[in-house]
């Protein structure tokens, strides 16, 4: 296995993990963070919630890690948009990050509210704020990650390192997916309604389609140096 092809299988591998750490994450939290009432729920809970968290832990980290993967590759096509891309992922995966502390917040109020006699109001509202910006957290760094995966999946689409029909693909879904994230920054929707779920389906499994083509077909073997004014590589032979 040459070199690319090991970064293709890392970055398919990490998109796997990525994913399926998200999808495990969101079905073990489930309903927990709604009604009013939702810490004392946690707090029947907690080793649900915090496995959760784990989880949401597992997805921040791997998501990252993916547009790593694909740096060295995609530096070789569009170095400042492969760049961006890093960036705007590592962004992603922050605020992932800082949702999954919010998890873990949840559960040490669901603690203080669990052995309080006095000032339920108060720890209700603390949780009820946790609760908040956790969830924005969580569409800040979706967010990012629409911007950072148009990002190589514009290099993809025009290098050809991967079928244009799947690239096209990937760009539709951010699309999709990015609407869903600005109407629940906007409020026209709530956070994992039906809504925003469907609109989130065709870049869940373009990714999932593109991580098995990366781990079974590898990036296309021509290596360009630059993308020529018609959006195509220009090849050049690998260094030897």
Request: proline share 3%; glycine share 10%; hydrophobic share 55%.
């Amino acid at each position: 296995m040459n070199t690319r092809n090991r970064h293709a299988t890392t970055a398919g591998v990490l998109f796997i993990t990525a994913t399926t750490a998200s999808l495990v994450a969101t079905a073990l939290l489930g309903s927990h963070l709604e009604g009013s009432d939702f810490l004392s729920g946690i707090a029947q809970q907690q080793d649900q919630i915090l496995t959760a968290a784990l989880f949401q832990l597992v997805a921040a980290f791997t998501s990252a890690a993916i547009a790593i993967a694909l740096w060295p590759v995609l530096r070789h096509y569009a170095a400042g948009m492969a760049l961006g891309a890093v960036g705007f992922r590592l962004i992603e995966g922050t605020f992932y990050a800082v949702s999954a502390v919010g998890t873990l917040v949840l559960v040490a109020l669901s603690d203080h509210l669990a052995v309080s006699g006095t000032a339920v109001t108060g720890i209700q509202a603390s949780g009820e704020l946790a609760r908040d910006l956790r969830e924005g957290a969580a569409v800040a760094g979706v967010l990012a990650f629409y911007i950072g995966a148009s990002l190589y999946y514009v290099i993809f689409y025009r290098s050809r390192l991967i079928p244009r029909w799947l690239s096209l693909w990937g760009l539709a879904g951010t699309t999709l997916g990015a609407i869903g994230a600005l109407l629940v920054l906007f409020r026209a929707i709530e956070t994992m309604s039906s809504g925003q779920v469907a609109l989130n389906v065709p870049i869940g499994v373009q990714e999932l389609v593109l991580a098995v083509w990366l781990i079974w077909k590898g990036f296309h073997p021509t290596m360009p140096s630059a993308i020529d004014a018609d959006g195509d590589a220009a090849p050049v032979r690998e260094p030897v």
